[in-house]
């Protein structure tokens, strides 16, 4: 699965919702032809900061079209519902092909693709970043303000419009019901049937969703946001007991049973259950008392994308409420629900599957992550090891 680096932390459009191959570089001036006969560059749209900058959509469209290509990464098909909101933009934009890269990449690695391809045509075009990396790299990001851009709650974007949050989910604690039983505290999880299966989702200093699987479990473990010890000292518990593994989730870990418990997104145990319910198991997920925990994700341009023009169409489409909509079906809450509500532009269908919370999840702010981060990046390996 996807492992990216701490996300933007806020959830006021959430309340208590959400369980449950290439083309031209960044310096092409390569024209194309939009509406009304006029001319837009991508080295022009390279430097727009919003839509107004470049003219209508319609400009932004042919220009995009023009590329011809679009470069992603880090985007699994099942991590809320990536697999269709591509195909979806493929469908309305056929002339631009989506190239897809390294999809378990982590928010670092994705930085660490923008600087290994920089200047060439193989660069990402965006990325889909947390918070921790997209403050720490922002100088590697455009500006660039999507049209909904006002209907962003201020706290979940960043001013300059580097970067912008997108959608969120709760984490949770999924596992293998019919081969472990029913899981209801975090005590349980050192007994010995439970050997070498427990999992987060990434290291917690490099990877949001095990950064957020090891507040959960601090949480719940009685820490607080600014108190992390108690969080560390129970994953040293499970690790002396021989429960806790390293080994990154994905969809053959999991099915394999190799992680047979994982901590993750609501979003991505949804996609888990309904994959092996497919195959005759039962897989759970719920958020243990005193462990909620939500953030949100966010999206970014290339400074240096190769293809400019798609980069912001790309980001016009992730913020519109088809895609949003389609986030929404694969279990995450977008960041512009509450306008679609506004709207009449929600699907009540997918609104409908979200499953409530007991209790409002904890929230961080943004110098709260990096805090974290870097205590986590002091005291994890030095506890846990690598």
Not at 12 to 38: M, R
Not at 152 to 177: C, H, Q, W
Not at 232 to 252: E, H, M, P, R
């Amino acid at each position: 699965m996807k492992s990216t680096s701490v996300r933007i932390a806020a959830f006021a459009t959430i309340g208590v919702l959400a369980l449950g191959a290439c083309g031209s570089t960044g310096e092409s001036t390569d024209a194309s032809k939009a509406s009304g006969g006029s001319t837009v560059a991508s080295a022009k749209v390279a430097k727009a900061t919003s839509l107004k900058d470049i003219g209508t959509m319609a400009d932004l469209e042919a220009a995009a079209k023009a590329e011809g290509q679009l470069n992603v990464i880090a985007l699994p098909h099942d991590w809320s519902n990536y697999g269709e909101v591509i195909e979806t933009f493929k469908k309305k934009y056929p002339e631009i092909t989506v190239n897809e890269a390294n999809p378990n990449a982590s928010s670092k690695e994705e930085i660490d693709a923008i600087k290994t391809n920089k200047g060439t045509d193989k660069a990402p075009d965006t990325v889909d970043v947390g918070a921790g990396v997209a403050n720490e790299y922002a100088d590697q990001f455009a500006p660039y303000k999507v049209e909904a851009w006002d209907a962003i709650p201020a706290e979940v974007k960043d001013p300059e419009g580097r970067f912008t949050a997108d959608y969120t989910g709760i984490m949770s604690l999924g596992y293998n019901k019919t081969k472990y039983g029913e899981i209801n505290s975090f005590d349980q999880l050192t007994d010995p049937k439970f050997k070498s299966t427990v999992a987060l989702n990434g290291k917690p200093a490099e990877a949001g969703a095990a950064f957020n699987g090891f507040l959960s479990a601090n949480l719940g473990n009685g820490g607080t946001l600014e108190n992390l010890q108690p969080g560390l000292d129970y994953f040293k518990k499970l690790k002396d007991a021989g429960t806790l593994t390293t080994v990154d989730i994905s969809n053959a870990t999991v099915d394999s049973g190799q992680t047979g418990v994982v901590f993750d997104w609501s979003y991505n145990q949804q996609s888990t259950k309904d994959r092996l319910a497919k195959q005759g198991v039962e897989w759970e997920y719920k958020v243990l008392p005193g462990a909620e925990v939500a953030s949100y994700y966010n999206q970014a341009i290339n400074a240096d994308a190769p293809h400019p023009a798609a980069a912001r169409l790309w980001q016009e489409y992730l913020y519109s409420p088809e895609a949003q909509n389609l986030w929404m079906k694969g279990g995450a809450t977008p960041v512009l629900l509450e306008k679609m509500k506004a709207d009449k532009t929600v699907d009540e269908a997918a609104l409908a599957t979200q499953v409530k919370t007991t209790k409002t999840p904890a929230t961080y702010t943004s110098a709260d992550s990096k805090r974290i981060t870097a205590w986590l990046a002091a005291n994890w390996d030095k506890t846990i090891g690598n």
